[in-house]
């Protein structure tokens, strides 16, 4: 029986790969839920309350943002949820209820939906509201003294300002002495320092950006060449002067540069999509990184540098592959 | 289709290996519609209750003669619009029995060694594009043996069904192009195709869209004027200068729901959709989609009165679950699109151009390489029609264009 009326009309292809931004987020979710559990088992009810505050918060915003803007409410795709939960990762675990909503308040409407919502917005969300809230309330999203009030088995001490203030010498607090000793780093590495609440363990980082690479969700190019823009460029300065710089390593271990590699600096919209402009991408947050690190006010600054790029996105997208076969006149013989 | 879980490697969608052919006569009984497209140089040469053979002239356009496929009687002569905007004379005829032959020339079996001349002149009069062989000089002719569209496997059904003659159509692809010639296949039909012919054959891996005429020659390194051909086009020819009938009938592949093919069958170019569907038994109701063409490229109809043209490569009907939910969400600038595009085009960008009709931005974007592989609205994650707005997009270009030339010619 065939029933002419109300066929469906549709351009080509007739068949689709299944992919969908929801699923996109879902793969996210995954990948953060490692960092999740991290931050959990870190410090407790702390990061509980911060994450679920800030993942709430950002999709309440959305929500009565788009209403607001009278533009379809796309909650359900997991977006706003993902950069709620991305900016808890790089809160620490004592940020006060009233910073995590402005910071998502900040996120959702000045980093996103001004621009025009979804993939619209020229730089990462997560870090305009990140600049916004460090910015505006320094003792609060200092981890330096954010964090000194908790009993931790490692030194309460935020690595990167202890390098700010007494330069490579005054590392040998984390079993880092000047010759650069590996146990400290390893300590590191595992996640036994203070930070973000899910930018510490650097082996779950690592793990979730494999997993995320091997998903074909994020490209290797801009996360490896933000690490080896940074292990170069803190060579170089621990080439001049060893007694200030620390080494490459620690800089990599410390920080958010590993969360920043595979979270921060690979959002969809504000990072390119060829492969040479994605190496100069990653390789300019990586150079950015230790240049703020070692001249600017800022221990860690590597949202800055992500920003920073976020601007030249546009222009290294320019940057992009010829059509191949201008040596060949294909001449179709077609009916 | 072809998903790895892993996602290093890019997405792809395999061709398909060829299914069985069923050799039932579909058109014992019913009717064809006929198109000739309206132009300015176009006409149809018969008229309404006039009966008509088997291989009878009714119209033509542009040069190009059509031909009655079936022998019956002309019911209806009307005026239909195309998908894509182009009006067509659209003649219906009823079979009244068994065909009846009328030739478009005397077919001279006997006598093989025509010349080059003769033979464009015979095929030129059966409505073959020939034009290319009089106007240009090949370095070297490639026939291509690989699929036109993924899920079907008609061209290479056809192949298979006249294994005989294939060996002298690609002597005659060689003698009209005057050049050397390198018969294509997709990797898995080497084996067969070696059987029956032994001259040089070069594979390619069985990916989409690899086996496009545009950009086959590319994936083959091969340099300068390429002519390319299907091997179905270039059966017909040679069966044309065999029987001097005009080609009137064709494999297609028969796809089914859950994007599953099932058969390749020999229809009769002109024959409805719908009446083809309805003697397979098909079950198709409100929300389905019905494909002239493959999974890829083809294009949907909104009446099953739509006849199958003869370039079709199938005819798929999808159901309700298989129909591709396409409400466009934003661009997220995920880069699949560019990671897939076989021509390397900047489709993240050329898209938004479109979509906010910022052309001139399109073309310095190289939007006339674009083949319409349909490759990035596949793998696209916000579903958007993308290979829609690269379709608008290069219409509106080419108003433009049209438009400025006017002007010029009016000064």
Known sequence: MINNRNLIMSPAPHLHIGASIAGLMKTYLIALLPLIIFAVYGYGWHAVRVIALSASSAMLWELLIQKLFRRKVTIYDGTAMISGIIFAMLLPASAPWWLVITGTFIAMLIGKHIFGGNGAHPFNPVLIAWAAVSISWKSQMDLGTAMVNYDKSFPVDFPLTVLKKAGAEGLGIFNIDVQGMWSGKLSLFLGNQIGGLGTTAGFLIIIAGLFLILRGKISWRIPSFFILGVFFTALLFRIVNPETYADPVFHILTGSVLFGAVFLATDCASSPVNKTAMALFGLGCGIFTVLFRAWSIYPDAVPFAILIMNILNPLLDKIHPKIPGNNVNVIKVES | ?411
């Open chain 2, 1 to 411: 289709m072809n998903k790895s879980i892993l996602g290093i490697r890019n997405p792809r969608i395999l061709y398909s290996t060829p299914i069985e052919l069923e050799k039932k006569n579909l058109s014992e009984r019913g009717r064809v519609v006929l198109l000739v497209k309206i132009s300015a140089d176009s006409g149809v040469s018969v008229s309404i209750g006039e009966k008509v053979k088997t291989g009878r002239k009714i119209g033509y356009t542009e040069n190009r003669y059509i031909f009655s496929t079936i022998t019956g009687e002309v019911k209806k002569i009307s005026r239909i619009e195309w998908l894509n905007g182009i009006n067509y004379h659209a003649v219906q005829i009823e079979r009244t029995g068994d065909d009846e032959w009328e030739t478009v020339f005397v077919p001279s079996d006997e006598n093989p060694a025509k010349s080059r001349e003769e033979i464009l002149t015979l095929l030129e009069s059966a409505g073959y594009p020939v034009n290319y062989f009089k106007s240009e000089r090949f370095d070297r002719f490639i026939i291509n043996c690989t699929e036109e569209d993924v899920l079907t496997s008609n061209i290479q059904a056809t192949i298979l069904e006249k294994k005989d003659l294939f060996t002298e159509a690609v002597n005659l692809a060689g003698k009209l192009a005057n050049s050397e010639v390198i018969v294509v296949v997709q990797t898995g039909f080497e084996n067969k195709i070696r059987e029956i012919y032994k001259g040089e054959i070069r594979s390619i891996k069985p990916v989409y869209p690899s086996g496009m005429n545009e950009i086959l020659p590319r994936a083959l390194n091969l340099e300068g004027n390429i002519g390319i051909i299907r091997a179905d086009l270039l059966i017909n020819m040679l069966q044309t200068l065999k029987t001097g009938l005009p080609v009137f009938e064709r494999i297609v592949t028969l796809i089914g729901e859950g994007n599953k093919p099932l058969k390749n069958i020999l229809v009769r170019i002109g024959a409805p959709v719908s009446e083809i569907l309805n003697k397979e038994n098909f079950e198709v109701d409100s929300g389905y989609k019905i494909i002239l063409g493959g999974a890829m490229r083809g294009r949907t109809v909104f009446d099953g009165d739509f006849p199958v043209q003869k370039n079709a490569s199938g005819i798929m009907v999808q159901g309700k679950k298989d129909v591709v939910d396409l409400t466009p969400q934003p661009c997220l600038n995920c880069g699949e699109c560019v990671k897939v595009c076989p021509q390397n085009l900047q489709v993240n960008m050329l898209t938004r151009y479109s979509e906010f009709s910022i052309f001139d931005r399109c073309k310095e974007l190289n939007i006339a390489d674009c083949i319409e592989c349909g490759m990035c609205a596949y793998v696209c994650t916000s579903h958007k029609p993308i290979v829609q707005y690269l379709q608008f997009a290069k219409k509106q270009l080419s108003i433009i264009e049209a438009s400025k030339k006017e002007i010029s010619n009016d000064k």
